[in-house]
């Protein structure tokens, strides 16, 4: 099972991108969707994620400049990126934790933001 993630490319620093992802409908039950990173050298982190109940948490690097949205009915979830940094740059994984589930959920293909400066 994977997720399709969508809307990654190349932005000029201080402009913005928005993510989309979305779960198969045959996937019920999903606790959180959200979002990770993997920039080049560096291991996956925590970028934004939004429970069933719509409660968010964030990573302290967006705070302020993302936001993360979820349709519960849709199995869908995004991520609006304002004011890009170069630091943003990585690919950007969408994430679902089902209970029961895999351990650490699935995942999508992961897509490309590049942030030039």
């Known amino acids: 099972v994977q997720l399709q993630a969508s809307g990654g490319g190349l932005v000029q620093a201080g402009g913005s991108l928005r993510l989309s992802c979305a779960a198969p409908g045959s996937i019920t039950g999903i606790r959180i969707m959200g979002w990770y990173r993997q920039a080049p050298g560096k291991e996956r982190e925590l970028v934004a994620e939004?429970?069933?109940?719509?409660?968010?948490n964030y990573a302290d690097s967006v705070k302020g400049r993302f936001i993360a949205s979820r349709d519960n009915a849709k199995n869908t979830v995004q991520l609006q990126m304002n004011s890009l940094k170069s630091e943003d740059t990585a690919v950007y994984y969408c994430?679902?934790?089902?209970?029961?589930?895999?351990?650490?959920?699935?995942w999508g293909q992961g897509t490309l933001v590049t942030v030039s400066s």
């Open positions: 939004v429970t069933s109940g719509g409660s968010t």
């Open positions: 994430n679902a934790v089902v209970l029961p589930g895999p351990l650490n959920g699935y």
